[in-house]
């Protein structure tokens, strides 16, 4: 049985990707925040969940250390933590570029570092982050500076890690995924088209499209699921 980590495994995404991988025959481990006050309300044999804090490199790196003491190997990555905020540029100051850049950058290298490493010494593996589209051109993050500086380095990063396998069966993708169908946008934007945004579910089965024999010869991949909007 392969195995994946989903972190975030809490959130709407999240939990999506668990359910997906858990269908497709995998053991899923999932993170969780301490005293996260979302449950996850899926009982499975071949899911468990993990209490760790992707904002410290030494925990997350114990934590994939224990992941792979346990299952011998990782097969599958999904990196889903990361968070949101407006600001112009008169309105940011280093502090909001700071917490956007432990959020959602060093939440992800963090697990994505010592993941390479383990799948560049198996030679194979997949790894996915989420990006943005603020963070894939400058120009969409009008607004929203801290958070389109701090997704732009998912992409840098994703860059280097494919140059660096070349050669290798190991992939790291980057999701971009446009408005996500949540309850919580919905709350947020009651007046928008929910017919144009993308579905947690939808995204999930791109990602676990991505980690199937069909997939296999797809290199460096950016990954726009957008639906409609």
Not at 65 to 78: G, L, M
Not at 96 to 119: C, G, H, S, W
Not at 153 to 166: S, V, Y
């Amino acid at each position: 049985m392969k195995t994946a980590i989903v972190t975030g495994a809490s959130g709407n995404l999240g939990q999506a990707v668990v359910k997906r991988f858990l269908s497709g025959d995998y053991y899923v481990v999932g993170t969780v925040i301490p005293n996260d006050p979302v449950e996850i309300n899926i009982r499975d044999k071949n899911f468990e969940t993990v209490i760790a804090d992707l904002m410290n490199e030494d925990a997350s790196e114990k934590f994939i250390d224990s992941v792979i003491a346990k299952q011998q190997t990782i097969d599958a990555a999904i990196l889903t933590v990361g968070g949101f905020a407006m600001g112009k540029m008169a309105d940011t100051k280093t502090s909001d570029v700071n917490k956007q850049l432990k959020l959602n950058f060093e939440t992800a290298y963090n697990i994505a570092r010592p993941v390479f490493n383990q799948m560049m010494k198996n030679g194979h593996g997949r790894i996915f982050m989420i990006g943005s589209r603020p963070g894939s051109d400058m120009h969409n993050s009008k607004g929203m500076v801290a958070y389109g500086m701090a997704k732009s380095l998912i992409f840098r990063l994703a860059e280097l890690m494919n140059d660096e396998a070349k050669g290798q069966d190991v992939v790291t993708s980057v999701i971009v995924p446009s408005t996500i169908d949540t309850p919580q946008n919905r709350q947020s934007m009651p007046d928008a088209d929910f017919n144009k945004w993308v579905k947690a579910e939808a995204i999930a089965d791109v990602i676990y499209f991505y980690c199937t024999p069909a997939a296999s010869v797809i290199r460096e991949p950016v990954i726009k699921v957008y639906n409609n909007s």
